[in-house]
């Protein structure tokens, strides 16, 4: 019930908070009290809930609670650092409708579902806040479009192979289990998966898909980013996964060409991926082609039908859509903090606002991986499992480019400071000056009045610490994601049995 | 063959050639309106009455959404370059494919009857036929101004003509989704539409009179435009009391 809980708040809360936008206080105060009530909501989802609907059982479990919460803090806080330093809150209404749709793809087995609940809040997402974007002209609208038609396809993509896979030709009714695979049938099973594939590299930005992630990431509020490039785009390879699980994998079939154009573009996209964030100079866009890199990666776990493979393309996925979470708020505080955006004029940053380098140093962590993370032992085990030998060892190298890339941000931010970032407000907090004058002499009332005023005052003092510290929360919940994993959420757990609905449990869970 | 279903299915056919050729927004509205407004009653049997409405009443907010964008001014971009004649041609040849694909289907369905001797051509119109034949006609003329329309309002079209179809054939390939999935594809059409409607809008309000309007123009430009991303906000001007 939970879970029909969160959609039900987050929803139609966050169209709310789009719509009235245009009054901002309304539309804050909608996204704030639907983020805050979809945090408690998502901290209630249990195993124990299932509840029927429509048809299909919608179903909870310990692996969508996580996911759901951290979801769900994520966007409440990067509404927060957005509102006190960013676009005003633009990005909390359509990411909470973004979040309601993926919780709700999240819990039902339907393959189907999922990608349509998914495409749709995706493109809530991604395009909600283009609405916003003072001075929004025929860029914008062309951005919109080259925005829309990605993901649309990537939608129709899996929509397509759902269908074939439930048609008289898909395996379900074409395969004989006693019979081993017919040839024309291992072809198309290699061809479904082929296009389920490529329905995940379009979502996710990955190479050679990787230009509209790009524009995506410079385009939008930096707040936009986890909750188009990053939540929903895991979720939709979490229900793609699971589809290859309960559609091509019990046909056994070898599939070893399919497999290995799958190893070369994910070893694309970690290498070059890296490769760009390495080169650029802008925070956008190391922000952007690292998730274009960490989109390699979670593309390895295709390469490969293994439940352990699949769950560790869980773990991976999970942990670093919340460690890029981080990345993303601290580009969001950081930009916003010293105005500026290039590498080159941020020397120093790190000295000057020690709160903003220790969220870098927990983001890096987190990115790099350490032995005993849930995200170091998944990278390991996809590449090795992936790609074949010795070539994973380069691959697994170029995994390793955050060390650089985020290494490389690190030096320059303990280099001495740029006169941009000297002359920055910086992140220190402001405890004095917002007592009223003639506070001590004047009346209670008068007082009490001023109070409100004065509580403005420190926040609007301190709104590039309070953001800071907004994103330092949000690297230390990626951290904690990225070392804990989906915390072995892949057992078996059929669901529904009971109701008679269906076999499968939720892509959370694993298909099988 | 059921001559209503028939009917649909031919008039979902013809509204999607409308929308994808006509020039005029409020053709092209209108045949969009056919497409989502009767694609969901090209199945057998009907869904409940409950998702049958939440559909249709999508599909015409959908198009009113566009129509209200589009309304007060001139709608540029529209319109085929190949003209109705052969967008026709093209929808009718991909609907008899798709007919004959769907009669391909129902041989190979483990437990279907085999054809008698005598059976009638119209006979291959089934219901899987009929939404299969709908579903990629509108699919493959909706293709060329999804992927390569200029204006919002020309891509809208497009893609709700593609997701449209894609969902039919869904429907003719394997069956009528379930009510849940039908909400959700009703859930995708409303975004599709008012996150293009949105464009729209802002396409609109940002462009002048006189500015050339074809796609070749708009294409021209995009290509010369660089990679810089349209202006974001300046963090200077947020405060803590809104934008």
């Given amino acids: 019930m939970s879970v029909l809980l969160l959609a039900a708040v987050a929803i139609p809360g966050g169209l709310a908070a789009f719509l009235t936008f245009g009054r901002p206080r309304l539309g804050l105060a909608i996204g704030s009290v639907t983020a ?81 609940l998914l495409t749709a809040g995706g493109l809530a997402a991604a395009v909600g806040p283009l609405a916003w974007l003072p001075g929004a002209g025929s860029d914008v609208a062309l951005v919109g479009l080259r925005l829309l038609r990605p993901l649309v396809l990537a939608g129709l993509l899996g929509l397509a192979a759902v269908a074939w896979g439930a048609s008289a030709v898909g395996p379900f009714v074409a395969a004989d289990p006693f019979a081993g695979v017919d040839p024309a049938l291992e072809t198309a099973l290699g061809l479904g998966l082929l296009v389920v594939v490529t329905a995940v590299i379009v979502r996710m930005g990955a190479i050679p898909a990787h230009v509209w992630a790009s524009r995506l990431a410079e385009a939008v509020p930096v707040a936009a980013v986890p909750a188009t490039l990053g939540w929903g785009a895991a979720g939709f390879a979490l229900v793609a996964l699971g589809w290859v699980e309960v559609t091509i994998a019990p046909a056994a079939a070898p599939l070893f060409a399919e497999h290995g154009l799958i190893a070369v573009v994910a070893a694309a996209s970690v290498l070059l991926g890296g490769l760009a964030a390495m080169l650029h100079d802008d925070l956008e866009h190391v922000l952007g082609y690292s998730i274009v890199q960490d989109a390699g990666i979670a593309l390895l776990a295709f390469g490969v039908i293994r439940p352990d493979v699949a769950q560790a393309g869980r773990d991976w996925l999970i942990g670093m859509v919340a460690v890029k979470s981080g990345l993303a708020a601290w580009v969001l505080v950081t930009r916003a903090t010293f105005r500026v955006r290039r590498l080159s004029e941020l020397r120093g940053w790190a000295r000057s606002s020690p709160l903003l380098a220790l969220t870098f140093v927990v983001v890096a962590l987190g990115a790099v991986g350490l032995p005993g993370m849930a995200t170091f032992a998944a990278r390991s085990l996809l590449t090795e499992a992936a790609v074949a030998s010795p070539f994973d060892l380069f691959v697994l190298a170029a995994a390793f ?53 004065a509580f403005q005052a420190a926040i609007r003092a301190n709104r590039f610490a309070l953001a800071a510290g907004s994103a330092l929360l949000v690297a230390v919940i990626g951290l904690g994601v990225a070392t804990a994993g989906l915390g072995g959420a892949a057992v078996e757990q059929p669901l529904g049995g009971e109701l008679g609905v269906t076999e499968r449990s939720s892509p959370i869970d694993g298909g099988l | 063959m059921n001559p209503a279903l028939a009917g649909v299915a031919l008039a979902v056919t013809a509204g999607a050639v409308i929308a994808a050729s006509s020039r005029e927004a409020r053709a092209a509205l209108v045949g969009l309106a056919l497409v989502l407004g009767l694609g969901p009653f090209l199945t057998d049997p009907l869904p409940g009455a409950a998702i049958l409405g939440a559909r249709v009443v999508t599909g015409i ?183």
């Fill in chain 1, 36 to 116: 805050i009530l979809a945090v408690a909501v998502a901290a209630t989802i249990g195993a124990q809930d299932a509840v029927p609907l429509a048809g299909t059982v919608v179903s909870g479990s310990d692996g969508l609670r996580t996911v759901a919460l951290t979801w769900a803090a994520v966007i409440a806080l990067l509404g927060l650092a957005d509102v006190l330093v960013g676009s005003g809150g633009a990005t909390l209404g359509p990411s909470l409708m973004g979040l309601g749709t993926g919780v709700l793809a999240l819990s039902v087995a339907d393959a189907g579902i999922g990608f349509a």
């Fill in chain 1, 401 to 453: 480019a955050p060390l650089v890339y985020l290494g490389r941000i690190l030096v320059v931010g303990l280099d001495r400071m740029s006169d941009a970032v000297r002359g920055s407000e910086g992140t220190r907090p402001r405890l004095r000056g917002f007592r009223p004058a003639g506070w001590t002499a004047g009346s209670a009332p008068a007082v009490a009045m001023a109070v409100p005023t």
């Fill in chain 2, 61 to 243: 907010l959908v198009v009113y959404l566009l129509w209200a964008v589009a309304a007060r001014s001139e709608a540029r971009g529209l319109g085929s370059r190949l003209g109705w004649p052969a967008e026709s041609v093209i929808a009718a040849g991909v609907a008899i494919a798709g007919v004959a694909m769907a009669a391909g289907l129902a041989s190979v369905t483990p437990g279907a009857p085999l054809p008698g001797p005598a059976t009638s051509p119209l006979d291959a119109l089934t219901p899987s036929a009929l939404a299969l034949a709908a579903g990629l006609a509108s699919l493959v003329v909706g293709l060329a101004p999804a992927c390569f329309g200029g204006r919002a309002l020309r891509s809208a079209v497009g893609l709700l003509l593609v997701v449209q179809g894609l969902v039919l054939a869904r429907t003719g390939l394997a069956g009528p989704p379930g009510a849940l999935e039908q909400l959700g594809i009703d859930g995708l059409v409303l975004t599709v539409g008012t996150s293009a409607a949105l464009i729209a809008h802002i396409e609109r309000r940002s462009t002048p009179e006189g500015e050339r309007t074809d796609d070749r123009a708009t294409d021209a430009g995009r290509s010369g435009r660089g990679d810089a991303g349209p202006g974001r906000p300046d963090p200077s001007s947020a405060s803590a009391t809104g934008r």
